[in-house]
């Protein structure tokens, strides 16, 4: 529950703004993983946001272009 919320936290922490007709997002800096077995989860909650986020954008490329 805990990764779930910080997730949830990181991605209200973005914010999109549009220029130029391009969609930019910029995300808040998360502070380091924690060293260790404590930063376990910090390192996959890292991992799985920025796959997410990469899927995310490609996919609202290939709808914005079609391609």
Do not use: Q, W, Y
């Amino acid at each position: 529950a805990a990764l779930v919320l910080k997730a949830a936290a990181a991605l209200m922490t973005a914010s999109g703004s549009i220029a130029d007709d391009e969609k930019r997002i910029t995300m808040a800096v998360l502070p380091a993983p924690r060293p260790g077995l404590r930063g376990v989860g910090d390192r996959l909650l890292d991992c799985a946001s920025r796959v997410l986020l990469s899927g995310h954008l490609a996919l609202e490329n290939f709808r914005r272009t079609g391609r």
